[in-house]
């Protein structure tokens, strides 16, 4: 699952958390927030996403040009 959560608004931590639930934490990452806020989180079943621009010590995902992170929830 791909979702666009704006980053800026309260709401987001309740977002994340509510996904990571249904996924587990293991399965949610996201992209750095853009300048207006917008953050792209992903979250999958049984996927492991290693892209060569992030650590390897972590499952993560991430687009070219972006840092990746965890998401926490």
């Known amino acids: ?10 709401s987001f931590a309740r977002s994340a958390a509510r996904i990571a639930k249904v996924f587990g934490t293991d399965q949610v990452w996201h992209l750095t927030p853009t300048r207006e806020g917008n953050t792209i989180v992903v979250a999958a079943r049984g996927v492991e996403v290693r892209p060569a621009r992030c650590s390897s010590s972590a499952p993560t995902t991430s687009r070219p040009g972006t840092s990746c992170r965890r998401a926490n929830g």
């Open 1 to 10: 699952m791909t979702v666009n959560l704006f980053g800026r608004s309260a």
